[in-house]
């Protein structure tokens, strides 16, 4: 057997699946020596997802050589639910499937078919941000949730002292002035679907803090990383025009 | 700036507007030195409710002249349900908006259109009952729930022990009688629609007891009153039919 | 008065009520001295249901006479959910109803009316099975709920070891391994409708163990058994067929 995984804090997998589920249908993990990959791009171009879980993550590693997982994201995200708090959750392939193990008060086994997938891990583009933001993950969940009252795309600004989340619609707007404690050097602006944001934040438990990368009506570069520093789940996101 | 109030126990407000959004579309506010009042009657014309909210509720209270602020009512209640336990709120307007500002981990500031409203404050009918009832406003929730089983009307009955609650339909009958402890003269009751006093209960935590003002087939008065004496909520609701 | 039963620990009966109010519309429960009895066959004749109460259960307990009241079961079961975690239940019937008083802050009495039934209690088939299976309640009923994963149909085996719950479909398999710790002689598997089982499993908490008897392509026979011995809940499922 090349590959074989297992994990008693399943959460931040189950957790990282949460919003991967809602933006692919379809994923192909990769494991190395190194660890766990995934990179993924949703059917619009919308959406970049990348997932780095590295090997110390986990209670046991093998991956003798590099073995590529493709599975239905919503079947796999089914299963991982099923993971109970107790259960040690463990991994292995056979010719044509991921085979998922809970071991717990009894051993169950789920056997998922890999699938054919038509394109290679795609390559997400490198983006330089002038504006770095740190934020807790939940408090940006709510924050995002808030504008949707009004529309369905929310500005992203940085001045010198605040991070400005706004929206407007037709019966009112809003606005989240939040003290960004940053050193930034130029003032940006930039629109995304609230949306896809908040597909993005279903993850927001993976780690206590999101990074998020601005520019000027440039992609926005969120990134969540475990405090451990052994998992990190990035998404680049494309922006929405601004009209002048 | 001639309107603006503070409230950090902002509950009181969330609870009321939970059965006001259920009942009226639009409302107008007016605030005064006294405080803010709410006077506003259903399309349908068979529940009226009352709102008055003393100045000493809140934890800051500047109303330099009487002011009116005219809103749809399903958006307050979504903005205000935003407000999060933790954050102040603060009421402000400008000419057009009524701006609703949360502070807490972030300022979060929400402006909402004001509308033109085409009645003015309607005055309800002044009305003696011969009844009053005290009982807990979870309570009396609960009961009017029990009733939806058999019938879409409840029937209120005052005799010289109890308060009975009743309904009946083609499956059965439910009755609940509740020692009222009250000095009572005249034994009355009254029929009303179980789905408008359900309504009216959505804000059965604005205070822990509802005083019931109870005729013989006479509109029926509901006042929640906060203990503290600065606030209260009242319903008047219109009869059903009694066939004999 | 014939009959008159009172039960301050009702989740007893709120807890059977809740499969047995998915598996059949009407029911006869059956009261003598022994007891409160039902038995009762669902009307595509796959699910049978008994259930014994014995009269030690009930905190008072009066039948001077064998008595049969038929009520709608899904009547029944909503009023049951009214009664409160700190009411006396208690049941009487007058001539035409059954009258459900739950005794708290207020008497609430809930009067439903008795249906004509068509056939009387069938009895239950008698069925020797080689193996017989304890497992906990709830885990049964999580273990059934992992099998809906890839299809409608769940299989029971069991060999010297282990009890063996599995289903499999176009996107995978499942297969769960139960030590069972049983002498078991005879190795035996059987096909049923995951649904059905479902059903059956919402009144999990009826009892902290289930006992399966379970034969080669016979039905199932589940019972939960309360740890007092004072009741029981019991299901006959019939098999689905096996493809070779």
Known sequence: MTFKIELINHKVIKNAFESISKIVNEITLTADKEGIHLRSLDKSHITFITMELNYKLFDQYQCDEPTKIAVDCTEFTKILKKCKTTDTLELTVDEDNLIILMKGDATRKFKLRQIDMEYDNPIPPQIEHPCNITIQSDLLKDYINDMS?????????????YFIISSEGQNGEAEIK?????NIKEYVKSKFAIEKLQDMLKSSKFAKNTILHIGEDMPLKLIMELTTGDGELGFLLAPRLSEE
């Open 178 to 182: 939040y003290i960004h404690g940053e």
């Open 149 to 161: 009252l009004y529309s369905e795309v929310v500005q992203f600004g940085v001045d010198e002292d």
